[in-house]
């Protein structure tokens, strides 16, 4: 039975976890929210793999080296920017967080954590995307038992935090 965990922090910062999940761009080379967080932890190091990369669409995860921070691996996956939901946002969304899934199964990572992908700079209403996550994440595992012992939701604001504890006491 896998362990689900809502929390408010700075993903950066969890020493509990083998992989963290960085919401990146396409490019891989870094950039602001989260991402500008997860290379400055890391340190130079997780530029240099992420070049030799070539970058990854919307929807895909790429694994990289953990560098200086505490777990062995950062999973690097890009969101949707949102455009009003008719854009096949949620289904890239869904992706974003089974690929996340299955990149960590395939380096035995038994505990990850992930960020609110999306809404932040690519302006995924809040709410809808935390419905994603926590749907996909609980199918996913229903689907794999045994694969991960852990999953941690690592939330930055309040208003989060609260949508995913509400969204944690629903089943299905
Ligand atoms: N730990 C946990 N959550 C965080 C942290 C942190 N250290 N920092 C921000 N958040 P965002 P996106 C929350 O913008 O929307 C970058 O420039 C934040 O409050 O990081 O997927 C990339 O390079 C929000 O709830 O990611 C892309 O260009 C959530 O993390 C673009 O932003 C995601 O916000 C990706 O945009």
Same mark, same amino acid.
């Given at each position: !039975?896998? !362990?689900?965990?809502?929390?408010?922090?700075?993903?950066?910062?969890?020493?509990?976890?083998?992989?963290?999940?960085?919401?990146?761009?396409?490019?891989?080379?870094?950039?602001?929210?989260?991402?500008?967080?997860?290379?400055?932890?890391?340190?130079?190091?997780?530029?240099? +793999?992420?070049?030799?990369?070539?970058?990854?669409?919307?929807? +895909?995860?790429?694994?990289?080296?953990?560098?200086?921070?505490?777990? @062995?691996?950062?999973?690097?996956?890009?969101?949707?920017?949102?455009?009003?939901?008719?854009?096949?946002?949620?289904?890239?969304?869904?992706?974003?967080?089974?690929?996340?899934?299955?990149?960590?199964?395939?380096?035995?990572?038994?505990?990850?954590?992930?960020?609110?992908?999306?809404?932040?700079?690519?302006?995924?209403?809040?709410?809808?995307?935390?419905?994603?996550?926590?749907?996909?994440?609980?199918?996913?595992? +229903?689907?794999?038992?045994?694969?991960?012992?852990?999953?941690?939701?690592?939330?930055?604001?309040?208003?989060?935090?609260?949508?995913?504890?509400?969204? !944690?006491?629903? @089943?299905?």
């Amino acid at each position: !039975m896998t !362990m689900i965990h809502v929390i408010k922090g700075d993903i950066t910062r969890l020493t509990d976890v083998d992989a963290i999940v960085n919401a990146a761009n396409s490019s891989l080379l870094g950039g602001g929210g989260v991402d500008g967080a997860v290379h400055r932890a890391a340190g130079p190091g997780l530029l240099e +793999e992420c070049r030799a990369l070539h970058g990854c669409p919307a929807g +895909e995860a790429r694994v990289t080296g953990g560098y200086r921070l505490p777990g @062995r691996y950062i999973i690097h996956t890009v969101g949707p920017v949102w455009r009003g939901g008719e854009k096949k946002e949620a289904e890239v969304l869904a992706a974003c967080y089974r690929n996340s899934l299955e990149a960590a199964a395939g380096k035995r990572v038994t505990s990850i954590a992930f960020p609110a992908i999306s809404t932040g700079i690519y302006g995924y209403p809040k709410k809808e995307a935390a419905t994603v996550a926590v749907h996909t994440v609980r199918s996913y595992l +229903e689907e794999h038992p045994g694969r991960i012992e852990k999953v941690v939701f690592v939330l930055f604001d309040d208003e989060s935090l609260q949508i995913y504890k509400e969204l !944690m006491k629903k @089943r299905g």
